[in-house]
């Protein structure tokens, strides 16, 4: 790796700067990075998705597509770092830390780490969001491309199907990536979409369930809080309203955004604090999707000993 590529720092997370006005000392970061790493070699918890077997926190593909929930700058510093070679080494950690599943899209640099990280021998498990619009790849390309095991239908595209009335569009979704051999879910924002398709008994084997209503719209907010909010909209008690259906539906669930796309992670006891929530709020068979951006701290040490120690299922 060029020098110029980046320069890794010792410092923790990219937002973890202050804490209270005083900056973290570099032996605290230090301190949980080894107790993270002493743990490293032992299983994380699992959970079941039909046939397969994967750890509860999934690493999650946001940073990796530049998906950054928060500045253009941030956006483009995110696609810059991960080259295809930094996605590869990123997943290798991940694996070597327990986590044995990704969520990723279907780009060419997925499809490329993909191929990759088989070359090298991954036992990794791969679970796909897509939509399958005019700009997507058709469902057998995916499968024929990545071998994943499941196909999720994107969440944005099913809260804007929903709301416009067209959730059929979704349903034949799931009917059709069935057809086509492999685990099909649906990913929402709104909890009530959730509800709604566990409550007409659809076929879905998972679902992923953001714990913030982020594609809320504006007429919504208009009529519930009286004031619209910039951009995407993240209020505290989401998380409680989408846990709320996670517990009530059967299938598994995978929780995303419990950082709040970073917004809860300026420190590492806030991180702490969301993963341990998280896993006391979802269903012992629910796991979480988590994006990581390891530039300054490593954020997959630690969040796979946060999941070891709050996600263990009795």
Not at 88 to 109: M, N, P, Y
Not at 110 to 118: D, F, M, Y
Not at 220 to 226: F, I, M, T
């Amino acid at each position: 790796m060029k020098s110029s590529d980046r320069q890794v720092s010792a410092t923790p997370r990219r937002d973890f700067l202050k804490v209270s006005g005083a900056t973290l000392s570099t032996a605290a970061v230090s301190r949980l990075s080894q107790a993270a790493g002493q743990q490293s070699e032992e299983k994380l918890p699992s959970i079941q998705l039909g046939p397969h077997r994967i750890s509860r926190l999934v690493a999650g593909w946001n940073p990796i597509g530049g998906h950054s929930h928060t500045t253009w700058t941030m956006a483009q510093f995110m696609r810059q770092y991960f080259t295809l070679d930094r996605v590869v080494e990123f997943l290798r950690k991940c694996e070597s830390e327990g986590i044995t599943a990704w969520q990723f899209d279907h780009t060419e640099i997925g499809v490329a780490a993909i191929h990759r990280l088989r070359e090298l021998g991954t036992k990794m498990k791969f679970i796909c969001l897509h939509a399958e619009r005019a700009i997507d790849a058709p469902i057998k390309k995916v499968i024929d491309d990545t071998g994943c095991i499941a196909i999720v239908h994107h969440g944005g595209v099913t809260d804007a199907l929903f709301r416009a009335g067209q959730h059929q569009k979704v349903h034949d979704f799931v009917k059709k990536v069935h057809d086509h051999g492999v685990l099909a879910g649906v990913s929402a924002h709104n909890p009530d979409n959730i509800k709604r398709i566990a409550d007409e008994g659809w076929e879905v084997d998972l679902f992923m369930c953001c714990f913030y209503y982020v594609t809320r719209p504006r007429e919504e907010q208009l009529e519930k809080l009286g004031k619209v909010a910039v951009y995407e909209p993240y209020y505290e008690s989401d998380p409680d309203d989408m846990t709320a259906v996670m517990r009530q539906v059967s299938q598994p669930c995978l929780g995303f955004k419990i950082l709040a796309a970073g917004r809860l992670a300026w420190t590492q006891k806030q991180v702490e604090t969301c993963f341990r929530r998280a896993f006391e709020r979802i269903k012992p068979t629910d796991g979480v999707i988590v994006g990581m951006f390891p530039v300054f701290f490593d954020e997959v040490a630690a969040n796979a000993a946060y999941t070891r120690q709050y996600g263990q299922v009795a």
